[in-house]
């Protein structure tokens, strides 16, 4: 029976794994292949039963949900649709605009009567409230705002953002202007140019993905399973959110981030799963079965280890209490489980049933047969001969890097991160030409009809408020009335978070604060709140899985640790180019000042998640010569030599990958491939290539380290297979 070996500090060496019958993995790998025809029928009931679903996702997947579910302003926002009108923050409001004349000349009273009637066509939409001299009516009597209170909750008004937009965008004429604008045509405008970013980066990163495998692996059939693979876990995870929508709101950015990671996620596995079986097919004496028992009892556990890992650090964003942040984390989980049941069922099953024909159409330099690369051989064997050298270097720019995190600052996105055309944006513009800096942001308070005249005078004598709008009587029976105070700042702007918690330190304590902007600053307090916790239980859990799978306290704490390295050079990183504009003309964006508040908590766990990955690929194949040799130096070596082909390649999959998000499409996108791409560049080629090993060697046979007590509490894993 195999079993897992351990060693004092002071051991030089441990004795070989005791040959037996393949592992628990492996066994399941040659039941796939003999009930092939079942398991095939499975997949294909998953994928095609599922994929049904998946062409309706854009338009079934819900785009907004990013509020602090139990905060001050969802209550005022839930008030405000119940018992004002729907005159809410999720209402939509629509611009209309003549640079010339006053409204109530020309065609000024035509478009707003056809405005309003197309308003009223729309049962989804509240009360339609015509504009107001003194509020919604400038003074120059040229812009106008009509608005449409919310009939529906907030993921359905951005559908009826969607839905009307076009239609009262078409009502504009030569004399008139009409931009519907608000938070639900924000997330409108925004889903449909993230749409066709992710599209367009799609096209890219396919093509560029392909070549990539070509050249790693070698030949185009073995190059191709990956993406097959991808596909399928794709397809089947996008029809599952459109059917989990009908039950739980799923953000479409779900499906977005899904689609990146399980990309990225579903190359990395199958790049170890095929070497594995190349490599154990071209050995003498090997049978198919005997192969695909190897590779799942090797690569199909480090596989396994590695999902498992990478579901748990996504887990810990759903302790953020955002409807947005949880079907997100949610999403791309989904898509990881159907990408790693696709790894260790159907893939075995694909290479048992191709056995040689996956070598086929072979590049000249190919050698399918290779287990562990020359190449990196002798780049292990240099980090051994001189690990200080190397590993000085290699933390000396990391460092560098991450210095600049020290300055970074966070706040919710700006309407910065739209098109300059889109309709929101130049709503935006001339809402704020006509009324002022903060009239975008405008500051709703509901309190009891009791304490209305003392409001007003708190918010009339706020240095922060520039106007305060006479209050307005709740439409039914409970006693509530809303004031809505227009700020002196724009809704970005920092001081705007002075002003409100200056407003709800002085009014009555029965007044509740809310609006857009109030909305976005509560979500940046929660995550300011949340982020901590959620870095600290990912880290926590990360290790602990390291552990039970190493059994080795010491290289699973520094493999743990050193995973912060990259994730702080990433964000030193996103610093100068999000916050201060450093590259901003290269990849085409408008800096906003800061890096958008979700990023943080939310790109921590995905970096660490990678990391992890890799982190799992090298020390479990160093695992796997430790428990052969007992040698510490073959550990090192051999470990870079069987596994630095595949992170290497891996890697720059998920580099390109990445780094296609952020030539197109809206801000957000470009965060995401800008902190991602140089997360794994970082942590693949200097942590995990560099590094790591430099750590194992460091370490000698303490990295393998395990108390007595420890290894009688943890179970028996091994990574070798005899």
């Known amino acids: 029976m195999t079993q897992s070996l351990t060693a004092a500090p002071d051991a030089a060496s441990a004795p070989p794994a005791t040959p037996g019958r393949p592992g628990p993995l492996g066994r399941m790998g040659v039941a796939v292949t003999r009930h092939g025809r079942g398991v095939a029928l499975i997949w294909v009931v998953l994928v095609v039963g599922l994929g049904v679903f998946a062409p309706f996702v854009e338009h079934r997947l819900s785009g907004a949900g990013w509020q602090a579910d139990g905060s001050e302003s969802v209550q005022v926002r839930d008030l405000a649709q119940e018992s004002f009108g729907g005159n809410a923050s999720h209402a939509i409001q629509v611009v209309v605009h003549s640079p010339g004349a006053p409204l109530t000349e020309g065609e000024g009273p035509e478009v707003l009567a056809e405005v309003t009637r197309v308003l009223e066509t729309d049962d989804r939409l509240a009360e339609i409230v015509a504009p107001m001299p003194g509020a919604s009516l400038s003074a120059d009597g040229r812009t106008a705002v009509v608005l449409a209170g919310a009939g529906v909750d907030t993921n359905e008004m951005v559908r009826v953002a969607s839905d009307l937009k076009g ?38 990163s396919w093509p560029v993905t392909l070549g990539i495998l070509v050249l790693a692996f070698g030949a185009l059939v073995a190059a191709g399973l990956p993406l097959l693979l991808t596909l399928a876990g794709l397809v089947a995870s996008a029809g599952s959110l459109v059917l989990i929508n009908e039950l739980v709101p799923v953000s479409i950015w779900a499906m977005n981030f899904a689609m990146m990671f399980s990309l990225a996620l579903g190359i990395d596995y199958a790049l170890l799963v095929v070497a594995r079986y190349r490599a154990a097919r071209a050995r003498a004496g090997s049978t198919r079965d005997s192969a695909v028992a190897e590779t799942m009892d090797t690569a199909g556990k480090a596989v396994l280890l590695s999902g498992v890992t990478v579901l748990v650090s996504l887990s810990a964003v759903m302790l953020v209490p955002s409807p947005s942040f949880r079907s997100m984390a949610g999403g791309i989980m989904l898509s990881v489980v159907f990408v790693l049941a696709a790894t260790l069922t159907l893939l075995p099953l694909v290479l048992h049933r191709l056995d040689d024909r996956i070598n086929r159409f072979a590049l000249p330099w190919a050698r399918a047969g290779e287990h562990g690369s020359p190449r990196f051989e002798r780049w292990g064997q240099k980090l051994w001969d001189q690990p200080l ?9 990391l460092i560098a890097l991450a210095l600049p995190i020290a300055g970074l600052q966070t706040a919710m996105p700006s309407i910065k991160v739209l098109p300059e055309d889109a309709s929101a944006r130049v709503g935006y513009d001339v809402v704020q030409a006509a009324f002022g800096d903060g009239a975008p942001g405008t500051i709703q308070v509901v309190v009891p009809q009791a304490d209305v005249a ?43 978070a002075e002003t409100v918690d200056r407003l709800r330190a002085d009014l009555p304590a ?12 509560d979500l940046k307090q929660q995550l300011d709140t949340s982020t901590p916790l959620v870095i600290g239980i990912v880290l926590a859990l990360g290790f602990l899985l390291l552990l039970v799978a190493l059994q080795a306290p010491l290289i699973s704490l520094l493999g743990t640790v050193v995973s912060l390295l990259s994730t702080a050079a990433a964000f030193g990183v996103a610093r100068l180019v999000f916050q201060d504009g450093y590259g901003a003309g290269l990849i085409g964006f408008e800096p906003q000042g800061f890096l958008d508040a979700w990023a943080p908590v939310f790109f921590f766990a995905m970096i660490f998640a990678i990391a992890m990955d890799y982190t799992v690929f090298l020390l479990a194949s160093a695992k796997e010569h430790w428990e052969r040799t007992g040698d510490a130096k073959d550990a090192m070596v051999g470990a870079v030599a069987q596994s630095g082909r595949i992170i290497f390649a891996a890697g720059g999959v998920m580099v390109a990958v990445f780094f296609t998000f952020a030539l197109a499409g809206p801000l957000p996108p470009k965060e995401m491939g800008v902190i991602l791409g140089v997360a794994v560049l970082l942590d693949a080629f200097l942590v995990r290539l560099v590094l790591l090993p430099v750590m194992l060697r460091l370490t000698g046979p303490a990295a393998w380290a395990s108390p007595a007590w420890l290894r009688r509490v943890l179970p028996n894993i091994s990574f070798a297979h005899d």
């Open 389 to 397: 050298r190397w590993g000085a270097g290699a933390l000396v720019v």
């Open 454 to 496: 003392s409001s007003a005078t708190v918010l009339a004598a706020d240095p922060g408020v520039a106007g305060v709008m006479p209050a307005v009587a709740g439409t039914d029976d409970s006693g509530l009335a809303m004031i809505q105070a227009v700020p002196t700042v724009d809704p970005s702007d920092p001081a705007l």
């Open 167 to 204: 239609e009262l965008q078409a009502l504009s004429t030569d004399e008139v202007q009409v931009n519907p604008t608000g938070s639900s045509l924000l997330w409108s405008d925004f889903n449909e140019a993230n749409l066709e970013a992710m599209l367009k980066s799609e096209m890219i």
């Open 510 to 521: 029965d007044a509740l604060l809310g609006g857009a902007a109030v909305e976005n600053l």
